[in-house]
Nanobody, 121 residues
Framework: QVQVMESGGGLMQAGGSLNLSCIVG????????MGWFRQESGKERVAVAC?????QTTYSAQGRFRIARDNDKNMVFLEGDSLKPEDTATYYC?????????????????WGHGTQVTVSS
């Protein structure tokens, strides 16, 4: 049974930094490719950052986001900077069973319920 839970969202300041956490139960994140996605109200879910090589950020939206891992705690993180109001969205942590070549939502198999991030203008 796999469980994914994000945390760290809230009200952020434009130009500031983002640090979101994701704890995963039921599997060891050191063995799986990961992704972070976001969804604005009324829009499709899109990729923010992916780590398909298990330890390297292989996709970064606008070059401002990256994935980090703490394997001892079985956690992954989303780090971002130069936040913009258009970064406002619900952010989701996701796990891929088989990895991927493209950072896309269909490649992911397990999802958290999301954490809301609001960037002030």
């Amino acid at each position: 049974q796999v469980q994914v839970m994000e945390s760290g969202g809230g009200l952020m300041q434009a130009g500031g930094s983002l640090n979101l956490s994701c704890i995963v139960g039921g599997l060891e994140v050191r063995d799986y490719a990961m992704g972070w996605f976001r969804q604005e109200s009324g829009k499709e879910r899109v990729a923010v950052a992916c780590d398909s090589r298990i330890g390297q950020t292989t996709y970064s939206a606008q070059g401002r986001f990256r994935i980090a891992r703490d394997n001892d705690k079985n956690m992954v993180f989303l780090e971002g900077d130069s936040l913009k109001p258009e970064d406002t969205a619900t952010y989701y942590c996701a796990v891929s069973k088989y990895g991927f070549t493209a950072c896309s939502a269909p490649s992911m198999n397990y999802w958290g319920h999301g954490t809301q991030v609001t960037v002030s203008s």
